[in-house]
T-cell receptor, first 111, second 114 residues
Framework: SQELEQSPQSLIVQEGKNLTINCTSS?????LYWYKQKYGEGLIFLMMLQKGGEEKSHEKITAKLDEKKQQSSLHITASQPSHAGIYLC???????????FGTGTRLTVIP | DTAVSQTPKYLVTQMGNDKSIKCEQNLGHDTMYWYKQDSKKFLKIMFS???????INETVPNRFSPKSPDKAHLNLHINSLELGDSAVYFCASSLRGQRQDTIYFGEGSWLTVV
């Protein structure tokens, strides 16, 4: 079955620092999603990448999908406490939009 | 206005009971899903419905029965609850269930079986 590996599993950074979260698959992905989850809240959609080499940015968060469409990175610039939460990458590789997810990266930002 | 709403948000119940979690989306989407997030935060699809028809039914005990009265609702009924059913259940929806469609999630329902 398809698997996504995220690294690191947890990350603690000082406010203002940059950080990167990686998501890797052994197979070609046909859609790569990044979601953020906070305790007691649902999954907040961040970005979707579909094309090899694609890069998208929203505020201080940038996500990239490599040319082979097997690896994605999420980069946060000048992190803030509001960025804290669990970041999940999800992907699809079938005709139907059936996402499977990585195990998540827990981000803590220390003020 | 909540796009995908689930009720209840928290549910504590005893083993053996039957419970339901309701889900509604006001996005006009054709496809709805149920995902389960276990204690290790691993999120996995359970069911997918498109226009009230079952599309995806992953390996889930038949104690779990989804019901879609219309395409805006997908309820999850669980019979004879077991301790291992404790998890967060997320409802979600997407426009047509196609690969390029964004999936929008509800806030989750925290189920604890004691």
């Amino acid at each position: 079955s398809q698997e996504l590996e995220q690294s690191p599993q947890s990350l603690i950074v000082q406010e203002g620092k940059n950080l990167t979260i990686n998501c890797t698959s052994s197979k070609t992905l046909y859609g790569l999603y990044w979601y953020k989850q906070k305790y007691g809240e649902g999954l907040i959609f961040l970005m979707m990448l579909q094309k090899g080499g694609e890069e998208k940015s929203h505020e201080k968060i940038t996500a990239k999908l490599d040319e082979k469409k097997q690896q994605s990175s999420l980069h946060i610039t000048a992190s803030q406490p509001s960025h804290a939460g669990i970041y999940l990458c999800g992907a699809s590789n079938t005709g139907a939009n059936n996402l499977f997810f990585g195990t998540g990266t827990r981000l803590t930002v220390i003020p | 206005d909540t796009a995908v709403s689930q009720t209840p948000k928290y549910l504590v119940t005893q083993m053996g009971n039957d419970k339901s979690i309701k889900c509604e989306q006001n996005l006009g989407h054709d496809t709805m899903y149920w995902y389960k997030q276990d204690s290790k935060k691993f999120l996995k699809i359970m069911f997918s419905y498109n226009n009230k028809e079952l599309i995806i039914n992953e390996t889930v005990p038949n104690r779990f029965s989804p019901k879609s009265p219309d395409k805006a609702h997908l309820n999850l009924h669980i019979n004879s609850l077991e301790l291992g059913d404790s998890a967060v259940y997320f409802c979600a929806s997407s426009l047509r269930g196609q690969r390029q469609d964004t999936i929008y999630f509800g806030e989750g329902s925290w189920l604890t079986v004691v």
